[in-house]
């Protein structure tokens, strides 16, 4: 049983360019999160998403950055226009629902923006 | 608003007993869970309490105090391989808050 997949695990933008991240939950979990790391700090979420809906997206900023979770296919985090500050560790985590305040996490996406 | 207050490091050496408190404020409280991160990689679920009390598993333990706000994770026996980020969370309405982290250190 895989577990959270993302995909690519390291991404190299140059400031201006689009960053496109992307999460398989879980088979089974139509639940999944997008949480932002940086070093030496902890998880900030951003956005949760159901199938085809936006459940929460309170840790979005409010611009360039945008989530979906389509029908078929994988969750997306996309981040337009990127800038050095975008540099951080995306982790995308999933669940069948919040049991238990657990969830699965994948091994994230490191992005570097030049 | 909400925020969640944890040591941010914590040293010990192997067979030891560590405890890392967490105090937290927050709105729509359902729970408190724990993770382990390892540098470099994802985070993993330790313990969860919802109700006030203990939740003991294997040489991890976790308290919650829903009066007081505060809960703490108890490592026991300490081993090499624990030597790693620990982070509180707390399950708020529809998802998880995470703490800052604690970094234990756990020499021989």
């Known amino acids: 049983n895989a577990g959270v997949m993302q995909n690519p695990r390291h991404l190299v933008r140059r400031r201006g360019q689009e960053a496109r991240l992307r999460c398989s939950p879980m088979?089974?979990?139509?639940?999944v999160y997008w949480y932002r790391q940086l070093p030496e700090e902890g998880l900030k979420f951003m956005v949760y998403l159901q199938k085809e809906n936006i459940i929460d997206e309170s840790g979005m900023p409010k611009e360039r950055f945008s989530a979906e979770f389509p029908k078929e296919g994988p969750s997306i985090l996309r981040i337009q226009q990127v800038v050095r500050g975008d540099s951080a560790a995306y982790f995308c985590?999933?669940?069948?629902?919040?049991?238990?305040?657990?969830?699965?996490f994948g091994s994230g996406t490191q992005l570097s923006v030049l | 608003g909400q925020s969640l207050e944890q040591p941010s490091e914590v040293t010990a050496v192997e067979g030891a007993i560590v405890q890392i408190n967490c105090t937290y404020q927050t709105s729509g409280f359902y729970g408190l869970s724990w993770y382990q991160q390892h540098d470099g990689g994802a985070p993993t679920f330790l313990s969860y309490n919802g109700l006030d009390g203990l939740e003991e598993t294997g040489r991890f333990s976790s308290f919650l105090s829903r009066s007081d706000s505060y809960g703490y994770l108890l490592l026991q026996e300490l081993q090499m391989k624990d030597s790693a980020s620990y982070f509180c969370?707390?399950?708020?309405?529809?998802?998880?808050?995470f703490g800052t982290g604690t970094r234990l250190q756990v020499f021989p």
């Open positions: 088979k089974g979990h139509s639940h």
């Open positions: 969370a707390v399950y708020n309405t529809d998802k998880l808050i």
């Open positions: 985590a999933s669940s069948s629902e919040l049991v238990q305040g657990k969830l699965f």
